[in-house]
């Protein structure tokens, strides 16, 4: 199964910028879908972007026009951008992919904190 690490939290005022990335412990080449999910605390977990292999992206409501997902399968590294925070970005955010046979899997989490 592989292995995702997401790095790039932390954090910052609103308005600020964050850049995520995760890298995957081998190629991503073949992963159709890879996803980032964000939980805040107390509630469920919530897909943020979705990020196909043919370069197809969606993206949920509330964080359209502020975040951008992207993949670089010679890096083995999805990447999520965000832009203009708010406080209620505040959360723990999740790489996962799923693959045929193998299901989902899922990195440990980075934080990202937004306060002023």
């Known amino acids: 199964q592989v ?6 939290g932390g954090s910052v005022q609103p308005g600020g910028s964050l850049r995520l990335s995760c890298a995957a412990s081998r190629s991503i080449f073949s992963i159709n879908v890879m996803r980032w999910y964000r939980q805040a605390p107390g509630k ?6 979705t990020i196909f292999n ?18 670089d399968n ?8 965000m ?25 440990q989490g980075t934080q990202v904190t937004v306060s002023s």
């Open 3 to 8: 292995q995702l690490m997401e790095s790039g």
């Open 44 to 49: 469920e977990r919530e897909l943020v972007a």
């Open 54 to 71: 043919g370069g197809a992206k969606s993206y949920e409501d509330s964080v359209a026009g502020r975040v951008t997902i992207s993949r």
């Open 74 to 81: 010679a890096k083995n590294t999805v990447y999520l951008e």
């Open 83 to 107: 832009k203009s925070l708010k406080l209620e970005d505040t959360a723990v955010y999740y790489c996962n992919s799923w693959i045929p046979g193998e299901g989902d899997s899922w990195g």
